[in-house]
């Protein structure tokens, strides 16, 4: 069974602050995403990163892919009360069961004003 | 704007009472998925389909069945509800390919009284 490590679970930052969160593994995926959950709604897809150290940016966001496939990381840059949201990242398996995703369970990040 | 629809925001149902979640998405996605999501717990999946009248156990399907005759509708039954089915329950859908992500409806926050 492959499990999705998230750190920390709970951040309460201020506004203006940068902060990362993590997503480690010891299983290899084919892909990795990210997702934010507002209070009373379903998770939203923030990105994808399918290739060993892939760097890729969303405004203020940073995401990276681990060299190994096992790991990401997100970086918020200057953080605002808009950012707040249950962060969640997800792995695709591979080989038959590439469709369904393993989840993480999930960063809660509060920015305060 | 695609969209996954969750027919109900907010259920109570009694002890024993037989409940039905509906799913319904409009992107022609082959793949729906069924989740429930509970504190310190994180999405935990409990049926998906891959095509009409197919379907899979996910890793909690105790208590539920699901059943897919068209492909834009997934449902969720819970035979004979139990007070610890109350839970958050969200729907998703995706393309049968690697690397993409899933979409989610609202979900449906479930009490069993």
């Known amino acids: 069974t492959q499990l999705l490590e998230q750190s920390p679970q709970f951040l309460s930052i201020q506004e203006g602050e940068n902060l990362t969160v993590y997503c480690n593994s010891s299983?290899?995926?084919?892909?990795l995403q990210w997702y934010r959950q507002e209070p009373g709604e379903g998770p939203v897809l923030l990105v994808t990163?399918?290739?060993?150290?892939e760097v890729k940016k969303l405004k203020r966001l940073t995401f990276q892919f681990g060299d190994a496939r096992k790991d990401s990381s997100l970086h918020i840059t200057a953080a605002q009360p808009g950012d707040t949201g249950l962060y969640l990242c997800a792995g695709g398996g591979s080989g038959g069961s590439n469709y369904k995703l393993t989840f993480g369970k999930g960063t809660l990040l509060t920015v305060n004003p | 704007d695609v969209k996954v629809t969750q027919s109900s925001r907010y259920l109570v149902k009694r002890t024993g009472e037989k409940v039905f979640l509906e799913c319904v998405q409009d992107m022609d996605h082959e793949n729906m998925f069924w989740y429930r999501q509970d504190p310190g717990l994180g999405l935990r999946l409990i049926y998906f389909s891959y095509d009409v009248k197919m379907k899979e156990k996910g890793d909690i399907p105790e208590g539920y069945s699901v059943s897919r005759e068209k492909k834009e509708r997934f449902s969720l039954i819970l035979e004979s509800a139990s007070t610890n089915q109350t839970s958050m329950y969200l729907c998703?859908?995706?393309?049968?390919?690697?690397?993409?992500?899933?979409?989610f409806g609202s979900g449906t926050r479930l009490t069993v009284v």
């Open positions: 990163v399918v290739t060993g150290g």
């Open positions: 299983s290899v995926f084919s892909s």
């Open positions: 998703a859908s995706s393309v049968p390919r690697n690397n993409y992500g899933y979409t």
